[in-house]
């Protein structure tokens, strides 16, 4: 059986988490308890990260949307994941604000800043 587009994208998004150390709390799938809570959240240097795994023709719900909004507006990340640059993207950004002495606000900004170009 063929992979599909989304299972694809699961096994590079788990295999570069892996790679980087990056733990995994959990991984949801439509259970009933957890709707539209993003299918997986990861802890990577004191950041919560929601990771919402979609194909380029696939749309997260309004209730996908909500949740994604209530995580990042309490400080934590939470973005719909279409490919593996930009999981790689949000880790650089994360890595260059954790070991910065000096620059932390403006990395902040930048990563936020590209959160909102791409849509997040």
Do not use: C
Not at 32 to 55: A, C, I, M, V
């Amino acid at each position: 059986m063929a992979k599909t587009k989304v299972s694809k994208l699961e096994e590079e998004v788990e295999k570069l988490m892996s790679a980087k150390g990056i733990w995994q709390l959990a991984r949801y799938q439509a259970q009933s308890n957890q709707n539209g809570l993003p299918d997986r959240l990861y802890l990577y240097k004191g950041y919560l990260l929601g990771l919402e795994l979609k194909t380029d023709e696939g749309e997260p719900t309004d209730l996908q949307l909500r949740k994604i909004d209530e995580i990042n507006k309490n400080g934590r990340i939470a973005l719909i994941v279409r490919n593996i640059e930009t999981v790689g993207k949000l880790i650089q950004y994360i890595d260059l604000w954790h070991f910065s002495d000096n620059n932390n606000d403006n990395i902040l900004y930048e990563l936020e800043e590209w959160m909102i170009e791409n849509g997040y």
